[in-house]
């Protein structure tokens, strides 16, 4: 659950007249997780129910996503046509299943039909860790126990049986996705709001196929797979277009960034960087950036004031990037993107000196963070697995000792 005495964005805006719309596209984002706090309207029904081995949480699809979110900015401008919008359009289809429309799978050579539930990424997943150290100990074993050192440094960051054909799925996902944006984007214009509004188009990750031992992966590990992912700004009436910057930021940038280029006081707290700085031709301080894993979520995490004390932790300057492994007895990596973006050589490794003093450099970056963010404490809502034992118990197929 999200701390109360957190100020989001929504609330912000809101209180400076702003219409707050939200249209959620998987239940990671539900409200039952506090997250609609200063949304008037959050708009959370999903098609498709969480079913293990085939879903894994309720969603639902990117047509339908655009689609609501465009029947709210319809309501929105027909009550208060004067009143300014604040819209948030969550996506969540390129994660697993892969289940894209036919049209994209022809896009992507594949077959009308063709899909993976979970349980055939499970599979592949098993394909990958057999390749890379000779073990199969299931997708959900490493979820909550985490990666075993013999994983990580076998896996040679070459596709095993299935692996491609799962990748061009995920490609067909992100074809819709792209589609379903655009069709939103195309929606604002038609509506007259596009283009005096400030547009952000981000992720929370990416995914790793079988580049490193997080087989079809977004939390267990801190590779550029899952921590490169795109940050698009359009200005009001399209100042800036074209530009592109390629200093690393964060996605904590994204508060600090919206206050800024609208002129309000960011929230006391929010961490991140204005960005709108670099429009006004000011260059960015080069600067660390922090990123923590989510998983393995079992007793890695127990006992622990905040849970990801000894989880994966990487920190970024320039090109250089360290990763720490608390878990796993301190495991240490260093790299230099510019030489090396596929983080295939673990500077630490060679023993050089230079390498050991940049790993000391930047682990004194994380130790300076880590004492110095205490985030509010937050607490986990199971109400999904419930509402889904509930259904079946209905339905006859869970007794009591179940």
Known sequence: MVHPENVTLAELLGAHGLQTLAVIGSFALESVFGLDQGFAVYDEEF???????????NQRRASDVTSRALDLVDASLEAAPDKGLFLFAH????????????????????????RADLR?????????????????????????????????????????????????????????LDDELGRLLEGLSARGVLGDSLLIITGDHGETFWEHADFWNHGLALYQTTLHVPMLVRL??????????????????????????????????????????????????????????????????????????????????????????PYLGGR?????????????????????????????????ELVRWSQAHSPLPSSFNDSQSDAILKRLGALGYVGEDD
């Open 120 to 176: 055939q990424v499970a599979t592949v997943v098993m394909n990958h860790q057999d390749a890379a150290a000779g073990v199969r100990l299931g997708p959900r074993w490493v979820f909550s126990n985490g990666l075993r050192p013999e994983l990580l440094d076998g896996a040679s960051g070459a596709p095993a049986a299935g692996g491609r054909r799962l990748a061009r799925l995920y490609d067909a996902e992100l074809r819709f």
């Open 332 to 364: 240490e990596e260093l790299y230099n993107l510019d030489e090396d973006p596929s983080e295939r050589s673990n500077l630490l490794l060679t023993g050089e000196v230079d390498a050991l003093e940049r790993a000391t450099e930047l682990r004194s």
């Open 236 to 325: 009001p009436g399209g100042e800036g277009g074209g530009s592109r910057f390629y200093e690393p930021v964060s996605t904590l940038d994204v508060v600090p960034t919206v206050t800024g280029l609208l002129g309000l006081t960011c929230p006391e707290g929010a961490k991140g960087m204005d960005l709108s700085r670099i429009w006004r031709g000011e260059e960015l301080p080069l600067r660390a950036i922090i990123s923590e894993a989510t998983q393995p979520i079992g007793d890695v995490e127990r006992g622990q004031d905040w849970p990801n004390a000894l989880k994966a932790k990487a920190v970024r300057r320039g090109p250089w990037k360290y990763i720490l492994t």
């Open 91 to 114: 996506y969540f289809d390129p994660h697993t299943p892969y289940d894209p429309p036919d049209y994209a799978l022809r896009e992507v050579g594949l077959q009308d039909g063709d």
């Open 47 to 57: 098609g498709l129910e969480y079913l293990p081995g085939l879903y894994d949480q």
